[in-house]
């Protein structure tokens, strides 16, 4: 019997709805407009359309929307005076740089330049450290997407043996200190891990976010576990045409797993929308303002805070 399909498009959409009831009150309350900013350099088209797609979203549910576009042989310091400018902008509350950039820009000092409140990726160091020592920061958007699906399904995480697969600084890390958080058993395995399959099949909860297309099989997971596909791989079809596939063999895997996230349809539109609870949350604090978790389902997002 397949397992529960956990439908990102549905979850998406009813956190984006939230988001945008309490910002038309903010702006109705208060005169406060969320702005988010977006930075993209170069023509690269798959950020072009990454960044096309965060504006739209943005505007629909009445955020301000700013866009910087820089050309790909723009120097570093061009680009660090344009975001320390959107840093000093209060009508900005949050900075997203779209990455990758150009081979000539040091990323780290780029993302290290955003104000760490205004850092709604969730990349700056300020950030990093003060979720790893369990202090309230803003949290990559793809692990925040992560443990919002996770929950729909598992509404309590405490006690549950998780195994994340991957160890990147965007998903795998600060998706293993959420987990913490939520009192779960973790696991964080890689390229390196002896006996992979064998240490995915202790888990309840499974976090696939390694990049390789289909690479987790189903006899890696334990009858009745939640399959969380954070993949997008581009594969070839026997047609010969490509197709996104994930890091699980959905068709094999969802006959075993409790529930499962299909890819595409899963993690991805849940990160466009924790993007906007991150802006969201950053011009409540920004302003002094509360923002009012248990009405909007916010915390299933962000859990302590």
Same mark, same amino acid.
């Given at each position: 019997?397949?397992?529960?399909?956990?439908?990102?498009?549905?979850?998406?959409?009813?956190?984006?709805?939230?988001?945008?009831?309490?910002?038309?009150?903010?702006?109705?309350?208060?005169?406060? +407009?969320?702005? $988010? #900013? /977006?930075?993209?350099?170069? %023509? !690269?088209?798959?950020?072009?359309?990454? @960044?096309?797609?965060? =504006?739209?979203?943005?505007?629909?549910?009445?955020?301000?929307?700013?866009?910087?576009?820089?050309?790909?042989?723009?120097?570093?310091?061009?680009?660090?005076?344009?975001?320390?400018?959107?840093?000093?902008?209060?009508?900005?509350?949050?900075?997203?740089?779209?990455?990758?950039?150009?081979?000539?820009?040091?990323? +780290?000092?780029? $993302? #290290? /330049?955003?104000?760490?409140? %205004? !850092?709604?990726?969730?990349?700056?160091? @300020?950030?990093?450290? =003060?979720?790893?020592?369990?202090?309230?920061?803003?949290?990559?958007?793809?692990?925040?997407?992560?443990?919002?699906?996770?929950?729909?399904?598992?509404?309590?995480?405490?006690?549950?043996?998780?195994?994340?697969?991957?160890?990147?600084?965007?998903?795998?890390?600060?998706?293993?200190?959420?987990?913490?958080?939520?009192?779960?058993?973790?696991?964080?395995?890689?390229?390196?891990?002896?006996?992979?399959?064998?240490?995915?099949?202790?888990?309840?909860?499974?976090?696939?976010?390694?990049?390789?297309?289909?690479?987790?099989?189903?006899?890696?997971?334990?009858?009745?576990?939640?399959?969380?596909?954070?993949?997008?791989?581009?594969?070839?079809?026997?047609?010969?045409?490509?197709?996104?596939?994930?890091?699980?063999?959905?068709?094999?895997?969802?006959?075993?797993?409790?529930?499962?996230?299909?890819?595409?349809?899963?993690?991805?539109?849940?990160?466009?929308?924790?993007?906007?609870?991150?802006?969201?949350?950053?011009?409540?604090?920004?302003?002094?303002?509360?923002?009012?978790?248990?009405?909007?389902?916010?915390?299933?997002?962000?859990?302590?805070?």
């Amino acid at each position: 019997m397949a397992g529960t399909l956990i439908d990102g498009k549905a979850s998406a959409a009813k956190l984006r709805e939230r988001i945008a009831a309490y910002t038309a009150e903010l702006k109705a309350k208060h005169g406060l +407009q969320p702005g $988010l #900013a /977006t930075v993209l350099v170069g %023509k !690269d088209p798959a950020s072009e359309v990454y @960044v096309r797609n965060k =504006r739209k979203t943005a505007e629909a549910i009445g955020f301000k929307s700013v866009h910087v576009e820089l050309p790909a042989d723009v120097s570093q310091a061009e680009l660090l005076s344009s975001v320390q400018a959107l840093s000093a902008d209060p009508t900005v509350h949050g900075i997203l740089v779209q990455l990758p950039l150009p081979s000539h820009i040091d990323s +780290q000092k780029v $993302l #290290a /330049t955003i104000d760490p409140n %205004k !850092d709604v990726d969730g990349f700056h160091p @300020v950030n990093a450290g =003060r979720l790893s020592t369990g202090l309230p920061a803003l949290t990559p958007c793809t692990p925040l997407g992560c443990i919002y699906l996770a929950k729909t399904v598992r509404p309590s995480l405490e006690g549950l043996e998780a195994v994340v697969i991957g160890r990147s600084n965007i998903v795998g890390k600060p998706l293993v200190q959420l987990l913490l958080n939520e009192n779960a058993t973790v696991t964080i395995a890689h390229s390196k891990t002896r006996d992979l399959p064998g240490v995915c099949r202790r888990a309840d909860l499974v976090f696939a976010a390694v990049g390789r297309p289909e690479m987790v099989r189903r006899d890696w997971v334990k009858p009745g576990a939640t399959v969380i596909d954070v993949g997008i791989n581009r594969a070839s079809a026997a047609d010969g045409k490509s197709h996104i596939v994930g890091d699980v063999a959905f068709t094999e895997v969802s006959e075993v797993a409790g529930a499962i996230t299909p890819v595409p349809g899963g993690v991805g539109p849940m990160t466009i929308a924790c993007l906007l609870a991150n802006t969201l949350r950053a011009a409540c604090t920004i302003a002094g303002y509360q923002m009012p978790a248990s009405g909007m389902g916010i915390e299933n997002v962000y859990g302590r805070d």
